[in-house]
């Protein structure tokens, strides 16, 4: 049975620096396209940041674009999402996600994800920055 687990959330000032991690079992990590997303309380849920299945490929959304790294280890079947300078606006629930559909770019696959059915999802992780 597919499954992804996030870690790494927290509590942190603004400015200051997390770390995400997903791990993925059951699936061929290495063969997934996957990525983070996010939704805070009464927003809808929107992508983060995609990466492609080797790693060369990524999307930012324009928000976290300078501040976030995405980046993946296929031997660890882990998923990371490096967020630096951190706003009380990044305060949400994070999740990581993951698709073999991969006959998109990797900003169309991000975005399709949030509606798509072929998607594996984790149970979130919570991220709160306070000002």
């Known amino acids: 049975q597919a499954q992804m687990v996030e870690s790494g959330g927290g509590l942190v000032q603004a400015g200051g620096s997390l770390r995400l991690s997903c791990t993925a079992s059951g699936m061929t990590f290495p063969d997934m396209r996957v990525g983070w997303f996010r939704q805070a309380p009464g927003k809808a849920r929107e992508e983060v940041s995609c990466v492609s299945q080797g790693g060369a490929t990524t999307y930012y959304t324009d928000s976290v674009k300078g501040r976030f790294t995405i980046s993946r280890d296929n031997a660890k079947r882990t998923l990371y999402l490096q967020m630096n300078n951190l706003r009380p606006e990044d305060t949400a629930m994070y999740y990581c996600?993951?698709?073999?559909?991969?006959?998109?770019?990797?900003?169309?696959?991000?975005?399709?994800?949030?509606?798509?059915?072929?998607?594996?999802w984790g149970q979130g992780t919570q991220v709160t920055v306070s000002s």
């Open positions: 996600a993951a698709s073999a559909y991969i006959r998109a770019s990797v900003a169309e696959w991000c975005t399709r994800s949030l509606t798509a059915y072929d998607v594996f």
